[in-house]
């Protein structure tokens, strides 16, 4: 590798990514270091109610994780040095069982997330399934830039969770040294 050239830490720091919601009204940009910036198209905040703002925030998380995870494995693809088709024929080839449970296990990970206010709660199964739920009256009491303070916390929050839940996850299927005692009483 070039001295100059980005290693692949580096890369996934400096990536972002951007999802756009269902109806397309809003738009959710990722940092490769998880961070936040969440947009509603002028004049379409007040526009919505809780049930219906909570889809759109729910295809936005999926539709945004989505892009997270193809420029994730794109970078990672690059700093390999791998075509498209080395690259998934060594995602395949990873297919020893202790593999495939780990594989089974972030497909039904669960992370959740409350905002500041509690108002905003966040729930997803294997990052890829969002579910959102909007505490009835938040949207005519908190004004656009208050909702999306309390929107990026309850991601944060989430991402905290994520990060937990997948350490435990790892210590469940490969050696971190992590004593199973200590995995035990957190679980």
Not at 16 to 21: E, R
Not at 42 to 49: F, G, I, K, S, V
Not at 110 to 117: A, K
Request: glycine share 8%; charged share 35%.
């Amino acid at each position: 590798m070039n001295s100059h050239e980005p290693d692949f830490g580096e890369r996934l720091r400096g990536m972002t990514v951007t999802g756009a919601s269902p109806d397309g009204q809003i738009r959710a940009t990722i940092s490769g270091e998880l961070s936040l910036q969440i947009r509603f198209q002028p004049r379409t905040y007040e526009w919505y109610d809780e049930r219906g703002l909570a889809r759109q925030l729910a295809g936005l998380g999926t539709s945004t994780w989505v892009a997270w995870e193809r420029e994730r494995r794109e970078i990672y693809r690059l700093s390999q040095s791998l075509s498209r088709d080395e690259a998934d024929q060594e995602r395949r080839a990873r297919g020893d069982s202790r593999h495939e449970r780990y594989a089974e296990g972030l497909r039904a990970l669960e992370c959740r997330s409350v905002s500041p206010s509690e108002v905003v709660h966040i729930r997803t199964v294997g990052i890829i399934e969002w579910h959102v739920d909007i505490e009835a009256g938040t949207l005519r009491r908190l004004r656009e830039q208050e909702f999306l303070g309390e929107l990026r916390a309850a991601f944060a929050g989430l991402m905290r969770d994520r990060e937990r839940e997948l350490i435990l996850l790892k210590a469940e299927h490969f050696d971190l040294g992590i004593p199973r005692s200590w995995v035990d009483r957190v679980r």
